[in-house]
């Protein structure tokens, strides 16, 4: 099973981003799915989390309202709307899946992708 993030560049501050993340390959089931972010010498945060059902979302508190987390199970595919961006943002943004393959439930990580928010 693959992860792969898309939507990350660079913004300028105030702007807005949608970060994407496709789950492919083979047979699988998705529970709860988040993103996280990273920077150089830092460990990686929680920015977001969502169950498998939509029913409960969290955030981390810097997120204050700015940032939305969806998915779409139909297409095994979950979202980051990022709105009102901040310098503070900047960063690599990871997606994360818990995924069932046959009886084993694992955390997959995709590749990361990097959102620069400047003038």
């Known amino acids: 099973v693959l992860l792969a993030e898309s939507g990350g560049g660079l913004v300028q501050p105030g702007g807005s981003l949608r970060l994407s993340c496709a789950a492919s390959?083979?047979?699988?089931?998705?529970?709860?799915m988040g993103w996280y972010r990273q920077t150089p010498g830092n460990q990686r945060e929680l920015v977001a989390t969502?169950?498998?059902?939509?029913?409960?979302?969290d955030y981390g508190g810097f997120v204050k309202g700015r940032f939305i987390i969806s998915r779409d199970n139909a297409k095994n595919t979950l979202y980051l709307q990022m709105n009102n961006l901040k310098p503070a943002d900047t960063a690599v943004y990871y997606c994360?899946?818990?995924?069932?393959?046959?009886?084993?439930?694992?955390?997959?990580w995709g590749q990361g992708t990097q959102v620069t928010v400047s003038s």
């Open positions: 994360q899946a818990r995924i069932r393959v046959a009886v084993t439930f694992s955390d997959y």
């Open positions: 390959g083979g047979t699988f089931s998705i529970g709860r």
């Open positions: 969502i169950t498998t059902d939509s029913s409960m979302t």
